[in-house]
């Protein structure tokens, strides 16, 4: 970190846990890489503490963007000045951009993020049957792209049903696709999507029955994890074609940085065919 200085800018990432995050050590080679003249730290912030944390950090005058992860992802709503399309249809955020003047504008590229990823894996979910266990912040954004990705058939399930039902109903309100409430059953779905933090610990459950995943499902798990999630493990015992959380964070960085101000390609990915917002 020899290239920080008094002029650096700053970016930040902000949530509880950040142990597993990749994201600090993705920016900040970026930084080198481009020259620029730019930081990008950690900020361990616990659900209760993210009033205390915006009003220190809004008082910062090299701060120029925050990445938003949970618990924070819809509480931050209440925190900014704009919202960007993304967060103001998803109703959550995971970027934002400090303006000069003070302003903080808010995104959300949970959701185009993972459907880039899964593009680039061959994994597109347009014309095929979805399962999204998880309503919360990435679970909205990635419902919200996943329908207007082409899904022919959405099926939400999350533990608080009012949640998904809430989401169920925007998702068919905004977009073509029809979404339903249904049980975490994978048996009869293409692709199984698990937005939900079940996997983070090793004492966690599994989010749905593995016995009930046929070979050749496509399973994507977003758990922020070191080690592969005991769901990404038992999807590939039965022959699934399956998805850890790196194309989804490679995909939101390139939208994010490009929200941002940078640009940015994966190690290995084309972004030939690919329509950016």
């Known amino acids: 970190m020899l290239h920080i200085s008094g002029t650096t800018r700053l970016y930040g990432l902000i949530g509880d846990p950040l142990t597993a995050s990749k994201s600090p050590q993705l920016w900040n080679r970026l930084f080198m890489e481009q020259g620029a003249d730019a930081a990008c730290v950690p900020f361990g912030v616990k659900g209760d503490d993210l009033s205390a944390f915006v009003t220190g950090a809004r008082a910062v005058g090299n701060l120029s963007g925050l990445l938003v992860t949970m618990?924070?992802?819809q509480r931050m709503l209440d925190y900014v000045d704009e919202l960007h399309p993304t967060a103001r249809d998803v109703g959550a955020i995971n970027v934002i951009r400090c303006n000069s003047d003070g302003r903080w504008i808010g995104a959300n590229f949970d959701g185009i993020g993972c459907v880039l990823g899964m593009e680039w894996d061959g994994l597109h979910p347009a014309k095929k049957s979805v399962l999204l266990i998880g309503a919360g912040g990435a679970g909205r954004a990635i419902a919200f792209a996943v329908a207007s990705a082409g899904a022919r058939a959405l099926t939400i399930f999350n533990a608080n049903r009012s949640r998904a039902e809430d989401l169920?109903?925007?998702?068919?309100?905004?977009?073509?696709?029809?979404?339903?409430?249904?049980?975490?059953?994978?048996?009869?779905?293409?692709?199984?999507?698990?937005?939900?933090?079940?996997?983070?610990?090793?004492?966690?459950?599994?989010?749905?029955?593995?016995?009930?995943?046929?070979?050749?499902?496509?399973?994507?798990?977003?758990?922020?994890?070191?080690?592969?999630?005991?769901?990404?493990?038992?999807?590939?015992?039965?022959?699934?074609?399956?998805?850890?959380?790196?194309?989804?964070?490679?995909?939101?960085?390139?939208?994010?940085?490009?929200?941002?101000?940078?640009?940015?390609?994966?190690?290995?990915?084309?972004?030939?065919?690919?329509?950016?917002?």
């Open 71 to 73: 618990p924070h992802k």
């Open 168 to 277: 169920i109903k925007s998702v068919n309100e905004t977009t073509d696709c029809h979404a339903t409430f249904g049980a975490p059953d994978p048996h009869k779905f293409e692709v199984v999507i698990n937005a939900t933090s079940l996997g983070m610990k090793p004492s966690d459950p599994l989010p749905l029955d593995p016995d009930r995943l046929k070979p050749g499902t496509i399973v994507v798990d977003i758990v922020n994890s070191v080690e592969p999630t005991p769901l990404y493990r038992a999807a590939s015992e039965r022959g699934c074609r399956i998805q850890n959380n790196r194309p989804m964070h490679e995909g939101q960085a390139v939208h994010t940085m490009r929200f941002l101000g940078f640009d940015y390609v994966p190690e290995g990915r084309s972004m030939q065919g690919i329509g950016l917002p």
